[in-house]
Structures are given as C-alpha cells and as structure tokens.
C-alpha cells in the first residue's frame, strides 16, 4: 500500500512541475504579447488554454485517485487536498491568460487607439512574481512566508484601483476611446483576479504545511 502510495505521489508531482513550467511559460508570453501587441502570440495562447486544462485535470484525477484508493492521513491528506485546491486555482489563473489574450485579439481587430497604459505592465510584473514565489513554495515544502504574497496582493490591488480612476478619468476626456478603457479594464480585472488566486495557493499552502484554515 505505502509503495503504491509512494510511486502515485512522484508521478503526481512530476506532473504538477510540467503544469508549473507551462503555466509560468504562458505568463511570461501572456506579458510579451500585451507589451508587443503581439496577436499571432495571444492567438497561441487564447487557444493553447485547453492543453493546460488537460494537465491541471491530469493532475487532479491523480490526486484524487491517491486520497480514494490509498486513504492517507494526517499531512499526507492535507497535502492532498491543498495540491487539489490549488489546482483550482491554477486553472483559474490560465484561463485568465487566455482571457487577456482574447482581449489583446479584440483590440488589434478594433484598432486600438490608445497605448499600454503606463503602470499596467508594474501590476502584470508583480502578479507574476506572486505566482513564481508561491509554486516554489510548494515544491520546496519549507517554511513559507504568506505575508509576502499577501503585500503583493495588496501593492497589486492598489495599483488596480489607480488604473481604473485613471481609466475613467481618460473616458471622460476623449469619449471615442471609451471602448479601448474598457478593454483595458477587463485586462487589469483579469490580472488582479490572478493576484488573488496566488494569494489563495499562498493560504493553502500554509493549511498544508501547518494544518491552519486562514482564508
């Protein structure tokens, strides 16, 4: 029992480290293709979303199977049930590249008229960062500092509140670009929900590593 438990864990977090290497992959092309308005990339990625799917699901019918089949206990169960809620979470967070794209695809179809605004890529940076440090949290299984992600959260919520004031403020200047401050909104929309979904893979992580529920 404990040997096929064993086995069943590798090849889960061999599994999870794939999904992880693709998923910060998609991120950092996510960036490029906002930063380039670079469309045949956002097309990759809007429609290489399902591929990440596909791993996440992989993902959580192996953890599934080991917390049914082999009945762990203890920090071995909550390391389950923690892996299976942060995928969740990591799912999220690819849909939101793919949701930034198709909006990135929208825009170059419309002829935007309005640059990057400034700021938006500091919000996009700091997100990503969230997103690195709480994957090396899990892998590490060492003492993880949740308060960090959490001020980033905070900096990245900060940053998205200024660039929505900033956005209606411009729509009242030049109402014929209403439409782009509104592509632009559900863009930081997306990023700060991403900012969210690291900050709740931090506070799993934490429910793993000390037993402690602190949603």
Known sequence: MLEK???GL???EKDLENLAQTLTTTIDSTRSALENNDVHLAEKIYHGDKAINDL????MEEDMALSM???????????LMATLKILSDLERIA??????SYYILVMAKEGTKVELP????????IMATMVREVL?????????????VKDKDDMVDALFNNLLKEFAGSIGKAPDKAMDYIFYTMIVKYIERMAD?????????????????TL
């Open 197 to 213: 979904h690291s900050d709740n893979i931090a506070e799993w992580i934490g429910y793993r590593d000390t037993s402690k529920i």
């Open 10 to 12: 590798k090849a889960l």
């Open 56 to 59: 996440i699901k992989k993902c």
């Open 69 to 79: 089949l082999q009945e762990p206990v203890a920090r071995d169960w909550r390391n």
């Open 95 to 100: 849909d939101h590249c793919a949701d930034i």
């Open 5 to 7: 438990y064993d086995t």
């Open 118 to 125: 400034e700021h938006l890529l500091e919000m996009y940076d």
């Open 136 to 148: 090396k949290g899990y892998f590490r299984h060492e003492p993880f500092d949740q308060k960090l």
